[in-house]
Nanobody, 113 residues
Framework: VPLQASGGGLVRPGGSLKLSCSASGILFRLNTLGWARQAPGKQREVVATITSNGTTYYGDSVKGRFTISRDNLKKTVYLQLNDLKPDDTAVYLC????????WGRGTQVTVSS
C-alpha cells in the first residue's frame, strides 16, 4: 500500500507545519489511517489516528497541539502540527494499521531555534 508523506521541514519552537500523506491502491475511505513518529534513540510513537468515520485519537504528548484530518476524495490524510517543541523533532510516518500494518516513507520534522 503506497503511502507517501510530505510537508516536513525545519521550524522554530512555537511554529507550525502541515504534513500530508497520499495513499494509493486501497479503498481509502474505508481505512483507519494514522501518523507515528520516530526520534533517534526513542521508540516509535503513535501520534494520531483517524477512522473511516472520522473518529480521532491523539497521543498524550500532542493533544491540543496536533490535528489529524482526512480528505477521502483526494485520498490524503493530514497532520496539522501547532506550537511545535524541540521534543517533536522526529521522522513522521503515515501508516495504515491492520493485520499487516502498512508504513509509508516518512518526512523529517526538525524543531530548533
Amino acid at each position: 500500500v503506497p503511502l507517501q508523506a510530505s510537508g516536513g521541514g525545519l521550524v522554530r519552537p512555537g511554529g507550525s507545519l502541515k504534513l500530508s500523506c497520499s495513499a494509493s491502491g486501497i479503498l481509502f475511505r474505508l481505512n483507519t489511517l494514522g501518523w507515528a513518529r520516530q526520534a533517534p534513540g526513542k521508540q516509535r510513537e503513535v501520534v494520531a489516528t483517524i477512522t473511516s468515520n472520522g473518529t480521532t485519537y491523539y497521543g498524550d504528548s500532542v493533544k491540543g497541539r496536533f490535528t489529524i484530518s482526512r480528505d477521502n476524495l483526494k485520498k490524503t490524510v493530514y497532520l496539522q502540527l501547532n506550537d511545535l517543541k524541540p521534543d517533536d523533532t522526529a521522522v513522521y510516518l503515515c501508516y495504515r494499521p491492520g493485520a499487516t500494518t502498512s508504513w509509508g516513507r516518512g518526512t523529517q520534522v526538525t524543531v530548533s531555534s
